[in-house]
C-alpha cells in the first residue's frame, strides 16, 4: 500500500511520544520538507499497523555551524570548505491516530521505535479506505495529498465560524458550505452584510432587507439607540410608545356594550410619534425634564426618513424563515440598510421569529436552520450591546436542541466576537488572521496541534485549516477548498 501512494523521505530518531514523533529527512528528499503533509510512519514492531499524522517544526540544522557555538566561520566565512558541512533537515510527525484493518483510529497506543521508516501521503484516496469516503460534506481536499476530507454535518448544530484576512475566501468557503449543507438537508437565512458576497451568486434567493418588517418592540431599541437615549431610562416609555402606536384603536361604549376594536392602518411619521410618545409618557408620570429630552433628542438625532421607511416595510420576519423553510435559503441584501442599528434589527427579528415558529410548533423540529451572519463583529461584539446579540447568544447556548444553529464569519476572533459566542463553536475554519492573539484565542477552545502563526502566514487564497467536531481527526487539517460559483 505505502508504494502505490506514498514516498519514502526518511527516519524517525529518539524523543518519540504518543503526541509526536521526531524525524530527519534523507538528505536526497530534503525538497519535500514541508509542513502540513500528511504522513505515516512504519515501525517494524508494530505488524499491520501504521501511525498516522501531519509533519510540522521542520528545521534545518548544522553540527558544525551551530547557533550557540561560536566559530572562525562565523568571522571568516571564506575559509569554510562546504565540503565538510552536513547540513540536515528535522521535523515532527504531529499524531493524529494509528492506521491499521480496522480503520483509523485517533488513539495512538504506542511509542515509534527510532529508526521506523517515514513515508509522505502524495494520493491521499487511499485513506479513503481507512477513513471511509462516503456520507459527510465536501468543501475542500487536503492541500498536499488531495484526500477528499468529508465534514460531519451531524455536528453542525454545535455551530461554527469562519476567521481570516480580507481576501483568503472567506465567502467562497461558506458559499460551498451553504451549497453542501442544503445538499444533505439543511436550509440556510444569509444575511449578507455588504451585499456583494452572497447576493450576487444567489440572486434568486435575495431579499432587499428594506422590504422587512421590523417588529414594534425592536422599533423601540432602534430608536432609542438612534436617539442616543439610555435603555435603562428610556426602554420602557420607548417600548409602550411603539407597541400602542400600532394597536388598534380603542373600543367605544355603545349604550350596555363594548364595540369591536377599530383596524387602522399604521402611518409612520417623525413628529407623529413624538406627539404619541410624549402622550404616553406624562400618561405614566414620567418627569418633565424626560418627557423634554425625548423629545429634543429624537427631533436632532433621528432622520425622518427612517420612519418613511417604516410605512414600506411589508415582510415579516416569520416570512423570510418560512422561505427559507420551503426553498432551503434566503439570503438578506442588508446592504439596502445603511443604518447598523437597523441591519442589528432584522437579524434580531428574524433569529427571533424562528425561535417562536420552532416553539409553536408551526416548523418541524429540529430546523435544521443555519443562520450565516457576515461581517459578524458588527453584530455580536465583546464590549458593546446591540440589538441582536442577545437572539444570538440564546441561539448559540440553547439552539441546539431546536436545530437551530449558527455560522459566524469575521476577520478576527479574540475582540471581534463576544467571548460566550465564540466559546460555543463547535467548529472553526482559519487561515492567515489579522492579528496573533487570534491564533492563541481558538487554541484556548480547539485543540490547534502546534500550529504556528509563521505556518499561517504562507497560506494562499482558499487554503484554511479545519479544527473541531465536523472534522473527523478532530485535529486540524489544511484544506484547500474547491471552486463554487
Same mark, same amino acid.
Given at each position: 500500500?505505502?508504494?502505490?501512494?506514498?514516498?519514502?523521505?526518511?527516519?524517525?530518531?529518539?524523543g518519540a511520544s504518543s503526541l509526536?514523533?521526531?524525524?530527519?529527512? /534523507?538528505?536526497?528528499?530534503?525538497?519535500?520538507?514541508?509542513?502540513?503533509?500528511?504522513?505515516?510512519?512504519?515501525?517494524?514492531?508494530?505488524?499491520?499497523?501504521?501511525?498516522?499524522?501531519?509533519?510540522?517544526?521542520?528545521?534545518?540544522?548544522? *553540527?558544525?555551524?551551530?547557533?550557540?557555538?561560536?566559530?572562525?566561520?562565523?568571522?571568516?566565512? !571564506?575559509?569554510?570548505?562546504?565540503?565538510?558541512?552536513?547540513?540536515?533537515?528535522?521535523?515532527?510527525?504531529?499524531?493524529?491516530?494509528?492506521?491499521?484493518?480496522?480503520?483509523?483510529?485517533?488513539?495512538?497506543?504506542?511509542?515509534?521505535?527510532?529508526?521506523?521508516?517515514?513515508?509522505?501521503?502524495?494520493?491521499?484516496?487511499?485513506?479513503?479506505?481507512?477513513?471511509?469516503?462516503?456520507?459527510?460534506?465536501?468543501?475542500?481536499?487536503?492541500?498536499?495529498?488531495?484526500?477528499?476530507?468529508?465534514l460531519d454535518h451531524s455536528f453542525?448544530?454545535?455551530?461554527?465560524?469562519?476567521?481570516?484576512?480580507?481576501?483568503?475566501?472567506?465567502?467562497?468557503?461558506?458559499?460551498?458550505?451553504?451549497?453542501?449543507?442544503?445538499?444533505?438537508?439543511?436550509?440556510?437565512?444569509?444575511?449578507?452584510?455588504?451585499?456583494?458576497?452572497?447576493?450576487?451568486?444567489?440572486?434568486?434567493?435575495?431579499?432587499?432587507?428594506?422590504?422587512?418588517?421590523?417588529?414594534?418592540?425592536?422599533?423601540?431599541?432602534?430608536?432609542?439607540?438612534?436617539?442616543?437615549?439610555?435603555?435603562?431610562?428610556?426602554?420602557?416609555?420607548?417600548?409602550?410608545?411603539?407597541?400602542?402606536?400600532?394597536?388598534?384603536?380603542?373600543?367605544?361604549?355603545?349604550?350596555?356594550?363594548?364595540?369591536?376594536?377599530?383596524?387602522?392602518?399604521?402611518?409612520?411619521?417623525?413628529?407623529?410619534?413624538?406627539?404619541?410618545?410624549?402622550?404616553?409618557?406624562?400618561?405614566?408620570?414620567?418627569?418633565?425634564?424626560?418627557? !423634554?429630552?425625548?423629545?429634543?433628542?429624537?427631533?436632532?438625532?433621528?432622520?425622518?426618513?427612517?420612519?418613511?421607511?417604516?410605512?414600506?416595510?411589508?415582510?415579516? *420576519?416569520?416570512?423570510?424563515?418560512?422561505?427559507?423553510?420551503?426553498?432551503?435559503?434566503?439570503?438578506?441584501?442588508?446592504?439596502?440598510?445603511?443604518?447598523?442599528?437597523?441591519?442589528?434589527?432584522?437579524?434580531?427579528?428574524?433569529?427571533?421569529?424562528?425561535?417562536?415558529?420552532?416553539?409553536?410548533?408551526?416548523?418541524?423540529?429540529?430546523?435544521?436552520?443555519?443562520?450565516?451572519?457576515?461581517?459578524?463583529?458588527?453584530?455580536?461584539? !465583546?464590549?458593546?450591546?446591540?440589538?441582536?446579540?442577545? *437572539?444570538?447568544?440564546?441561539?448559540?447556548?440553547?439552539?441546539?436542541?431546536?436545530?437551530?444553529?449558527?455560522?459566524?464569519?469575521?476577520?478576527?476572533?479574540?475582540?471581534?466576537?463576544?467571548?460566550?459566542?465564540?466559546?460555543?463553536?463547535?467548529?472553526?475554519?482559519?487561515?492567515?488572521?489579522?492579528?496573533?492573539?487570534?491564533?492563541?484565542?481558538?487554541?484556548? /477552545?480547539?485543540?490547534?496541534?502546534?500550529?504556528? !502563526?509563521?505556518?499561517?502566514?504562507?497560506?494562499?487564497?482558499?487554503?484554511?485549516?479545519?479544527?473541531?467536531?465536523?472534522?473527523?481527526?478532530?485535529?486540524?487539517?489544511?484544506?484547500?477548498?474547491?471552486?463554487?460559483?
Amino acid at each position: 500500500m505505502l508504494d502505490k501512494c506514498c514516498v519514502e523521505v526518511g527516519i524517525t530518531v529518539s524523543g518519540a511520544s504518543s503526541l509526536a514523533i521526531p524525524i530527519q529527512f /534523507y538528505r536526497r528528499m530534503e525538497d519535500n520538507a514541508v509542513e502540513e503533509q500528511l504522513a505515516l510512519v512504519r515501525d517494524p514492531s508494530l505488524k499491520g499497523r501504521l501511525f498516522f499524522g501531519v509533519v510540522r517544526r521542520i528545521t534545518k540544522l548544522e *553540527p558544525l555551524v551551530r547557533d550557540r557555538v561560536r566559530n572562525p566561520f562565523v568571522d571568516r566565512p !571564506e575559509i569554510m570548505d562546504q565540503s565538510i558541512l552536513m547540513p540536515f533537515t528535522n521535523g515532527i510527525v504531529r499524531l493524529y491516530g494509528m492506521i491499521g484493518p480496522g480503520g483509523l483510529s485517533t488513539e495512538v497506543s504506542h511509542v515509534a521505535t527510532p529508526g521506523s521508516k517515514v513515508f509522505l501521503v502524495r494520493d491521499g484516496t487511499v485513506l479513503n479506505e481507512y477513513a471511509g469516503s462516503g456520507g459527510g460534506i465536501h468543501v475542500g481536499d487536503h492541500k498536499y495529498s488531495n484526500w477528499s476530507i468529508r465534514l460531519d454535518h451531524s455536528f453542525v448544530n454545535y455551530h461554527m465560524g469562519v476567521f481570516g484576512a480580507t481576501g483568503v475566501g472567506k465567502s467562497r468557503l461558506i458559499r460551498g458550505l451553504i451549497g453542501e449543507l442544503r445538499r444533505v438537508g439543511y436550509r440556510a437565512v444569509v444575511f449578507d452584510h455588504s451585499g456583494v458576497d452572497y447576493v450576487p451568486h444567489m440572486k434568486e434567493h435575495a431579499i432587499s432587507s428594506k422590504q422587512i418588517r421590523i417588529s414594534p418592540p425592536t422599533i423601540a431599541s432602534v430608536i432609542a439607540s438612534k436617539a442616543r437615549l439610555g435603555w435603562q431610562s428610556y426602554g420602557e416609555y420607548m417600548e409602550v410608545a411603539t407597541i400602542t402606536y400600532t394597536m388598534p384603536e380603542e373600543p367605544k361604549r355603545r349604550g350596555t356594550l363594548l364595540e369591536e376594536p377599530v383596524p387602522r392602518e399604521v402611518k409612520w411619521s417623525k413628529q407623529g410619534f413624538i406627539k404619541h410618545l410624549v402622550e404616553k409618557m406624562r400618561e405614566v408620570g414620567a418627569r418633565d425634564s424626560s418627557v !423634554e429630552k425625548a423629545k429634543l433628542f429624537i427631533e436632532y438625532f433621528v432622520d425622518d426618513s427612517f420612519f418613511d421607511e417604516l410605512n414600506r416595510r411589508s415582510l415579516e *420576519p416569520g416570512d423570510v424563515v418560512r422561505r427559507a423553510a420551503s426553498d432551503g435559503l434566503a439570503v438578506i441584501d442588508l446592504s439596502a440598510d445603511t443604518d447598523l442599528t437597523v441591519k442589528q434589527a432584522i437579524i434580531a427579528d428574524i433569529i427571533e421569529a424562528a425561535w417562536d415558529m420552532v416553539k409553536r410548533g408551526t416548523i418541524e423540529i429540529p430546523a435544521n436552520l443555519v443562520f450565516v451572519i457576515d461581517e459578524a463583529q458588527n453584530y455580536v461584539p !465583546e464590549d458593546e450591546w446591540t440589538i441582536c446579540k442577545d *437572539p444570538i447568544e440564546t441561539t448559540v447556548r440553547e439552539g441546539r436542541k431546536w436545530g437551530l444553529s449558527l455560522l459566524l464569519a469575521s476577520q478576527r476572533i479574540a475582540r471581534d466576537i463576544k467571548s460566550s459566542v465564540r466559546a460555543n463553536l463547535g467548529t472553526v475554519f482559519f487561515s492567515r488572521l489579522s492579528a496573533q492573539a487570534d491564533l492563541k484565542e481558538i487554541g484556548a /477552545y480547539l485543540d490547534i496541534a502546534d500550529i504556528s !502563526e509563521g505556518t499561517l502566514s504562507q497560506l494562499g487564497t482558499r487554503e484554511f485549516f479545519v479544527a473541531g467536531l465536523m472534522n473527523p481527526l478532530r485535529k486540524p487539517l489544511l484544506l484547500k477548498v474547491r471552486e463554487v460559483e
